[in-house]
């Protein structure tokens, strides 16, 4: 094996090899606390957490997620187009609560921005713009918390041993402070800067500011919703505790799993053993699972899903001059989203009873918005097949006819447009199997430019 293509599998496997390990390690934190654990226990942890808790608890989510929607008000004047606060708590709150449970921030939670972002008639360009002050956003914020916890706390991260020097944490905290105060200097004197062969435009003193601000602060009340849900210990005050959070944080983002699922919890029972008993912690990281990730993706979801309906319902009502058309496409083409966000649309169906020119006017106005249709045929009406076929070609989806019987090729060709749908193009062409390619040989040839 090469040099070179070892350093491209390292790239391609090692961020998924160290997630895995990070993982496998939390996995044996979790399930040696978990050995003598029952449940009466944790049950008895969960009554004793105090009412006083519970409503700071709540008190902070609902501040941590209003802070979160100032990320995205930010990025939105960043990027020249500012939406309303009512749309940045939207767009941000939909983001955050699914990106934090389905994992892969970067992919998730950037998905669900560009389809609000653009029914609200932001570019690419500038949606891409949004995406980066939000994801810088919350680097700053991390930057900033993890410095002023290493300066005042040195004794933190004592179990990295006593041959550590006592000065290498508060030097780490300086330089984590020294990044953030680049940045806000760069933005105050260097409107553009290069990087990677790009011109990129830097937000300016005032939104640096902000940003700095907001994210401090929103990390701070999100580590404040699990200490208020924890007893009074000895020794572990808010600061310490900070740095506890930020860690375990930290260490599940790197796991890239859901949530930071195992690993932020090996974490946080690994740092707080010494503290207070195991069910304690367990209970307490149940409720904070509860109120940060559970209760918001349920909103999230239901947020969502009304949206999408709205959405749909406005464009059907003002492009179909039959209401009784519009309606009737309404509910087959719900019917076929599969939860891709609208990033694609699925139709599976046997017949066509509305007005072909409608339908087609339907998927070319989808095209134009980006969002293609993928028409699964059952059965061989030639009529609808070529309806279908016209449908697929307008909105630059595919036509798939397929057998109701097989399965398991349904289920295949379903995964390969999701991954399309998530990733475009390259990610569909990485994804091994026959239905994969069936669906890129189907898919309209790229024009050339874009």
């Not at 449940?39 to 700071?56: F, K, R, Y």
């Not at 404040?224 to 310490?240: T, V």
């Amino acid at each position: 094996m090469t040099r070179q293509s070892a350093l491209s599998l390292l790239k391609r496997f090692g961020p998924t090899c160290f997630g895995l390990l990070l993982l496998v390690g939390a996995l044996y934190v979790v399930q040696r606390e978990f050995r003598g654990l029952s449940w009466q226990d944790i049950q008895t942890a969960l009554h004793a957490t105090p009412a006083a808790g519970l409503w700071l608890a709540a008190g902070c989510t609902v501040g941590a997620y209003l802070l979160l929607s100032a990320y995205d008000r930010l990025g939105s004047i960043y990027a020249g187009h500012p939406v309303s606060w009512r749309r940045s708590l939207l767009a941000s709150f939909c983001a955050y609560s699914l990106a934090n449970n389905i994992g892969v921030a970067t992919v998730s939670g950037a998905a669900v921005r560009y389809r609000f972002y653009t029914s609200w008639g932001l570019a690419p360009v500038a949606i891409a713009k949004v995406i980066a002050i939000t994801s810088l956003t919350f680097g700053l914020g991390g930057f900033a918390i993890a410095g002023t916890v290493l300066v005042l706390e040195p004794d933190l991260l004592a179990f990295l041993g006593q041959g550590a020097p006592r000065w290498i944490l508060p030097l780490i905290g300086f330089l984590c402070w020294s990044i953030v105060i680049t940045y806000v200097v760069l933005a105050r004197f260097v409107p553009h800067i290069r990087l990677f062969g790009h011109e990129i435009d830097l937000p300016g003193f005032r939104i640096a500011i902000a940003q700095v601000a907001l994210a401090t602060s929103d990390v701070a009340v999100t580590a404040m919703i699990f200490y208020a849900l924890l007893p009074p210990a000895d020794g572990l005050s808010f600061l310490y505790f900070l740095g506890i959070y930020i860690a375990a944080y930290m260490a599940g983002l790197a796991a890239n799993v859901p949530g930071g699922i195992g690993v932020f919890d090996g974490a946080i029972l690994f740092a707080l053993a010494g503290f207070m008993p195991t069910p304690v912690v367990v209970g307490a990281l149940l409720l904070f699972r509860l109120f940060y990730y559970i209760i918001p993706l349920f909103l999230a979801g239901a947020l969502f899903a009304g949206f999408e309906i709205s959405q749909r319902r406005k464009l059907v009502a003002r492009l179909a001059p039959d209401r009784g058309i519009a309606v009737s496409f309404e509910v087959s083409a719900l019917a076929g989203l599969t939860g891709l966000a609208a990033l694609a649309l699925i139709f599976i169906g046997d017949a066509m009873e509305e007005n072909a020119d409608a339908l087609c006017h339907i998927a070319g106005e989808l095209g134009l918005r980006g969002t293609p249709i993928f028409v699964f045929h059952e059965g061989a009406d030639p009529v609808a097949g070529a309806v279908f076929r016209q449908i697929a070609r307008l909105s630059g989806g595919a036509y798939l006819p397929f057998d109701s019987a097989a399965i398991a090729m349904l289920r295949d060709l379903l995964r390969a447009i999701a991954v399309f749908a998530a990733g475009g193009r390259s990610a569909l062409a990485q994804l091994p199997g026959a239905a994969a390619r069936q669906v890129a040989g189907l898919l309209p040839k790229p024009q050339a430019g874009t």
